[in-house]
């Protein structure tokens, strides 16, 4: 079975502070995608990444950035957290190949205060 | 823009019977198109995946497609309280490895 993890269920944090949000993978995919998933807007790309040091801005990058160092690991990073960036964050991996079939982690739930 | 339409819902539809959720997009060029289920709280699940015309079946699920009218469904057959949740459709843009999410259905199964 595909194992996508991520560092957090919840978190809260303050405005302004920076917050980094991990997600690995343990089955070599090269593509990787952070979400966010707010009540009537529906999934939103935020970033993805198809190998290591390699990024791409998805729908709604502004406010984030991200890191992609080893294959298994990619990182959402937000540099000064904001109320309106309290949402629950997604990470995806996805099998390139035929299909294309994609892999979400169990979601971290973020609130800025 | 590519699109992928859903109806919001809720859908309800009484235990037994069979709940159909259906999905539209926009772009031609899509191949591969998928169900993921979410409860609530939950990230997506996913549990069915097509790519030719006709129906796929597994289980109490079957996904069909039709490319011509660019639209692809899922009905589940003997419905089940636990299959009370949001059923996103899903599509592939082959040629950058992105998927394309709609909004989500939510289906309310009636005991």
Not at chain 1, 38 to 46: A, E, F, Q, T, Y
Request: net charge neutral.
């Amino acid at each position: 079975d595909v194992k996508v993890t991520q560092s957090s269920r919840y978190l809260v944090k303050r405005t302004g502070e920076k917050v980094f949000l991990e997600c690995v993978q343990d089955m070599d995919h090269e593509n990787m995608f952070w979400y966010r998933q707010d009540p009537g807007l529906g999934l939103r790309l935020i970033y993805f990444s198809y190998d290591v040091k390699m990024k791409e801005k998805g729908d709604i990058p502004e406010g984030y950035s991200v890191s992609r160092e080893k294959k298994e690991r990619f990182s959402l990073i937000l540099e000064s957290a904001s109320t309106n960036q309290t949402s629950m964050y997604l990470c995806a991996s996805l099998v390139a190949g035929a299909y294309n079939e994609q892999f979400f982690g169990p979601g971290t739930r973020l609130t800025v205060l | 823009q590519k699109e992928v339409e859903q109806n919001s819902g809720p859908l309800s539809v009484p235990e037994g019977a069979i709940a159909s959720l259906n999905c539209t997009y926009s772009d031609r060029g899509s191949q591969s198109f998928f169900w993921y289920r979410q409860y609530s709280g939950k990230s997506p699940e996913l549990i069915m995946f097509i790519y030719s015309n006709g129906d796929k079946e597994d289980g109490r699920f079957t996904a069909q497609l039709n490319k011509a009218s660019q639209y692809v469904s899922l009905l589940i057959r003997d419905s089940q309280p636990s299959d009370s949740a949001t059923y996103l459709c899903a599509v592939n843009e082959n040629r950058e490895d992105k998927i394309i999410f709609g909004k989500g259905t939510r289906l309310h199964i009636l005991p």
